[in-house]
T-cell receptor, first 115, second 114 residues
Framework: NAGVMQNPRHLVRRRGQEARLRCSPM?????VYWYRQLPEEGLKFMVY????????ESGMPKERFSAEFPKEGPSILRIQQVVRGDSAAYFC?????FGTGDGYTFGSGTRLTVV | GNSVTQMEGPVTLSEEAFLTINCTYT??????LFWYVQYPGEGLQLLLK?????DKGSNKGFEATYRKETTSFHLEKGSVQVSDSAVYFC?????????????FGQGTILTVHP
């Protein structure tokens, strides 16, 4: 039973390029959450998605960031026109419906470096 | 809003020493409280949890008690090992309108020397 799979593990982008981060939830999990970890900080909530539906995007920056969780395939976090300040570790978690914190399973993260 | 404050780190201990990492929180209602551990290069793993006042969560020799009167959830271990070296995060799940959203502390780096 594979856990939450994130890819790529490491991603390097030049300023102005686009970054696409992928997250495949655990089997049987229909809810996906994205968190961002800036250097030497805790994780900050970004967005909560169900299949084809954004439930809560209160932590997403207003511009350049978007997320989706299509009916088929992984959840995608997309960052357009990346800037140095986007360099961080991005973690995805999944849960079954109505999961609480102990129902979350985290992936190993994607470490984005903007040069 | 909800918030979690952890003691400043990093924490450096010798093997078999006693560990305490302080965590206090601010939340409306009755949140669930968690400790997560992050080993180098890996994602977060749930270490222990408590869902109501006076609950004690425990796992792998670690313990934390949900103290509503002091809004605290301090992590303790009686005898640390080198393999416990990691980053420890305190977190809360406030539920209700915050459903699905964990609030994390800033993390405490623990290094245990032989």
């Amino acid at each position: 039973n594979a856990g939450v799979m994130q890819n790529p593990r490491h991603l390097v982008r030049r300023r102005g390029q686009e970054a696409r981060l992928r997250c495949s939830p655990m089997k049987g999990h229909s809810h996906v959450y994205w968190y961002r970890q800036l250097p030497e900080e805790g994780l900050k909530f970004m967005v909560y998605l169900q299949k084809e539906n954004i439930i809560d995007e209160s932590g997403m920056p207003k511009e350049r960031f978007s997320a989706e969780f299509p009916k088929e395939g992984p959840s995608i976090l997309r960052i357009q026109q990346v800037v140095r300040g986007d360099s961080a570790a991005y973690f995805c978690a999944s849960s079954p419906p109505f999961g609480t914190g102990d129902g979350y399973t985290f992936g190993s993260g994607t470490r984005l470096t903007v040069v | 809003g909800n918030s979690v404050t952890q003691m400043e780190g990093p924490v450096t201990l010798s093997e078999e020493a006693f560990l305490t990492i302080n965590c206090t929180y601010t939340a409306t209602g009755y949140p669930s409280l968690f400790w997560y551990v992050q080993y180098p290069g890996e994602g977060l793993q749930l270490l222990l949890k408590a869902t109501k006042a006076d609950d004690k969560g425990s796992n792998k020799g670690f313990e934390a008690t949900y103290r509503k009167e002091t809004t605290s959830f301090h992590l303790e271990k009686g005898s640390v090992q080198v393999s416990d070296s990691a980053v420890y995060f305190c977190a809360l799940d406030a539920g209700g309108t915050s459903y699905g959203k964990l609030t994390f502390g800033q993390g405490t780096i623990l290094t245990v020397h032989p």
